[in-house]
């Protein structure tokens, strides 16, 4: 088979490794071990980088979570911005609103959380002054960097309005290697890097945020952090224990439908191979078994503990033979994952899962006017149901789709992964967890392995509202009985090509028995890499 992007092989290193979706972004990280750091002092500098290069995944403008694990434990970060003080749900549905805007709009603007993510993180576990941390990035923004070919395809397929909004950057991103420099995003870096968080948001970016929203957002809505440490959620699935973050994000789906595939091997009923159209059938069933209700459960309240054990309850919902066509949430999102595992100078093992994200590709296509930095549009998660937990208001975090993914062994580092994909992370990381976990597949089998997910059935936004259930999308190397498989199944089944980024972009680094790191970067994100030494 001729493949559009080759896959990539395991990488293995004896003392660290770092995986993202753009390369010069893991370059940045593994220049913060070259320098005697840890793995979160790497984490921070890998996201500092491609939230300069890769503006259309992710940014200081969006939000982030983070597993770390360090001697034994696991700690969660939610480091999601909440709505402003001026959030109105009222006046949207007055003015006809319905649903939240999606783009354009600075309603969907929530506080950005990242910065305070990134703060949160080297407090609690940094090692390396932030100054060194953020060098890469700063010099990647001010010096400039080549637009990758995602990035520079980006620009043509704005409409004229975010066009303008965003011409900064692609007027210069405007074909693969293009130089792009970022010199407001170089001062913000440069600034935060020598007075903390404050001088993003107290400084030159928290002003323009808030003469952007018109009274959307005032001086005290950023005055407090949006990073808090958070107990994670955790289910012993596959023999080990897979870690998440808990709500206001959707990670507790992963955690639920690996609960009934767990349960489906135990009975005796899970097939031995992942090629098979049943293998495919019976994830696809765990997944909207557990994800059906989401929107109806999910807010930043809810108890994930119980609705991983609801959902763990839930397996006469999965019809071993047959399609149950349920509804599924589906919709798209761009993001970035990346991961980094390292032993310190004293032989201890970090690991550090981390996602950030602007919602929506470039996010609400808003840029903030004093650093050129796009705002995300996280609070289309919200909704304009009077009354709902998830409704819009101030001081409110929306539902979120970021999941990041951890697993321990009898308490020690066993692997840290996670995806992009908006409402299909849970599907992704399920499929990815299955493979490494219950298969035992290396890092490069499970990530380069074709892939399903559901998508709407007109428009796919429409999962939830439309009359019939989910297309299952077949990436085009998939087992090849999966089409024909799944359509017998009672299935309604679309394919695309191969390595088709539409199926996320997947990183994994694993801790071997015997000793040395085992990663992959997913071929999807074409610039991406794991590298280490």
């Known amino acids: 088979m001729t493949y559009q992007h080759p896959p990539r092989i395991t990488v293995r290193a004896p003392q660290h490794l770092v995986a993202s979706a753009d390369h010069l972004a893991t370059t940045a990280g593994n220049e913060m071990f070259a320098r005697g750091g840890n793995a979160v002092d790497a984490a921070i500098a890998t996201n500092a980088a491609i939230a300069v290069t890769g503006p259309h995944l992710c940014g200081m403008g969006g939000d982030l979570f983070a597993l770390v694990h360090v001697d034994g434990e696991v700690f969660a970060l939610n480091a999601a911005g909440q709505a402003g003080s001026g959030a109105d749900a009222h006046a949207l549905r007055s003015q006809g609103f319905t649903e939240m805007p999606f783009k354009l709009d600075i309603r969907s603007v929530t ?128 023999g080990v224990d897979l870690h998440t973050v808990g709500p206001s994000t959707q990670g507790y789906l992963t955690l639920g439908s690996a609960h009934l595939i767990d349960q489906l091997h135990t009975s005796g009923e899970f097939p031995a191979d992942p090629n098979s159209d049943e293998w495919a059938h019976l994830l696809i069933e765990a997944s909207t078994a557990a994800g059906h209700d989401r929107p109806d459960r999910l807010h930043q309240h809810a108890d994930g503990a119980a609705l991983v054990a609801e959902i763990a309850g839930r397996i006469d919902q999965v019809d071993r033979e047959q399609a149950s066509n349920r509804w599924a949430p589906d919709r798209d999102g761009d993001t970035t994952y990346l991961c980094t595992a390292g032993r310190s100078g004293d032989g201890r093992m970090m690991g550090v899962s981390l996602i950030q994200s602007n919602a929506s590709g470039l996010g609400s296509h808003l840029v903030e006017p004093n650093t050129g930095i796009n705002l995300h549009n996280r609070g289309m998660g919200f909704n304009l149901h ?135 970067a997913d071929p999807r994100t074409i610039v991406g890499s794991c590298a280490g030494r």
């Open 111 to 238: 506080v950005p959380g990242c910065v305070d993510g990134w703060a949160a993180l080297h407090e609690r576990f940094g090692s390396l002054p932030l100054e060194v941390i953020l060098a890469p990035a700063i010099q990647l923004a001010s010096a400039g960097f080549p637009a990758s070919s995602l990035l520079a395809g980006v620009g043509g397929r704005l409409d004229p309005t975010s066009r303008a909004n965003l011409a900064e950057l692609f007027d210069q991103a405007t074909a693969p290697g293009s130089l792009v420099r970022r010199p407001g995003v170089a001062l913000a870096l440069a600034d935060l890097a020598a007075g903390g968080r404050d001088t993003f948001y107290r400084g030159a970016f928290g002003d323009g945020l808030i003469q952007l929203g018109d009274g959307l957002f005032t001086e005290s809505d950023l005055e407090t952090s949006q990073a808090t440490w958070v107990t994670p959620l955790t289910a012993s699935v596959f």
């Open 386 to 520: 009077p009354g709902h937990p998830a409704e819009l208001g101030p001081g409110r975090c929306p539902p979120h789709t970021l999941s990041a993914a951890l697993a321990t062994r009898d308490g020690e580092l066993l692997s840290v992964f996670g995806t992009m994909g908006g409402d299909a992370q849970p599907q992704i990381l399920l499929q990815v967890a299955t493979r490494l976990f219950h298969h035992g597949q290396s890092p490069g089998m499970a990530i380069n392995a074709g892939r399903w997910a559901l998508k709407g059935p007109e428009t796919g936004f429409d999962t939830w509202t439309a009359a019939s259930g989910p297309t299952v999308s077949i990436e085009g190397h998939a087992a090849g009985s999966w089409i024909s498989g799944l359509r017998d199944r009672g299935h309604m089944v679309s394919s695309t090509g191969p390595w088709d980024s539409g199926f996320g972009h997947a990183h994994a680094i694993v801790v071997e028995p015997n000793g040395p790191l085992a990663g992959a």
